[in-house]
C-alpha cells in the first residue's frame, strides 16, 4: 500500500504562483510513475502532468509552459510548481501513483488532495 499526502494548496491571485508538494510513504519502491491530476466543481478529473521514475515528464497541454513537475527520490516526494495561475486553475489537486506489475497489473494510489483557489 502507498500512502500519499499532498500540500501547499491555497489561494492565490491570478498571475501568482504556488507550489505543491507530496509525500509518498509505505510501500513506494517500484512505483512507475507520479503525478498530479485536479477536479474542478462539476468537471471531470484531468491530468496534469507525471514523472517517471527515470526522470521523463509528461503534461497535458492547458498547463505546459506554467506547471512544473519534479521529484525528489530521496525523500519520496513530487513537486508540482505552478506559475502564471487563472482563476481557471482553481481546483481540488490531487497526486497520484502509478505501480504495475505483471502479478497485480496497473494500480493508482491517490492523495486526499488539496484545494487551489486563484482569484481574479
Known amino acids: 500500500q502507498v500512502e500519499l499526502v499532498e500540500s501547499g494548496g491555497g489561494l492565490v491571485q491570478a498571475g501568482g504562483s504556488l507550489r505543491l508538494s507530496c509525500a509518498a510513504s509505505g510501500s513506494t519502491f517500484s512505483l512507475n510513475s507520479m503525478g498530479w491530476y485536479r477536479q474542478a466543481p462539476g468537471k471531470q478529473r484531468e491530468f496534469l502532468a507525471s514523472i517517471g521514475s527515470g526522470g521523463t515528464t509528461s503534461y497535458s497541454g492547458s498547463v505546459k509552459g506554467r506547471f512544473t513537475i519534479s521529484r525528489d527520490n530521496a525523500k519520496n516526494t513530487v513537486y508540482l510548481q505552478m506559475n502564471s495561475l487563472k482563476p481557471e486553475d482553481t481546483a481540488v489537486y490531487y497526486c497520484?501513483?502509478?505501480?504495475?506489475?505483471?502479478?497485480?497489473?496497473?494500480?493508482?494510489?491517490w492523495g486526499q488532495g488539496t484545494q487551489v483557489t486563484v482569484s481574479s
Open positions: 497520484n501513483a502509478v505501480r504495475r506489475t505483471v502479478l497485480t497489473g496497473t494500480v493508482n494510489y
